[in-house]
């Protein structure tokens, strides 16, 4: 229950619904670029570089990295649940900011 309302708040930072948005598309573009497998590394780099600019550095990101580049399991939505935990573990931040507004 704790983590639905914190995802709840994570909804409404525009940071992190930017970053669900970029997870998202990532992996739904991973599933049509498959077959390629450099456009598959591009992508991850632009998705990586993207979620670094609009969260910072977090070190569950590198664990979708981590993910993204073994090529048996590629095709895991690996971005957009780790974005997904990183908002719905990040409670303090985010009633932080609610407190403060």
Not at 43 to 57: E, F, K, N, Q
Not at 63 to 91: D, G, M, R
Request: charged share 15%; proline share 5%; glycine share 2%.
């Amino acid at each position: 229950m704790k983590y639905i309302q914190n995802l709840r708040l994570a909804w409404k930072n525009p940071r992190m619904r930017w970053a669900i948005f970029i997870a998202i598309v990532s992996d739904a573009l991973g599933f049509t670029v498959v077959v390629f497998p450099p456009a598959i590394w591009i992508l991850d780099a632009i998705t990586a570089i993207s979620l670094l600019l609009v969260l910072g550095y977090r070190w569950k990101l590198l664990i979708a990295l981590a993910i993204e580049v073994v090529p048996a399991i590629q095709l895991f939505p690996a971005w957009t649940l780790v974005v997904l935990a990183i908002a719905a573990s990040e409670n303090d931040n985010l009633l932080q900011e609610k407190n403060k507004s």
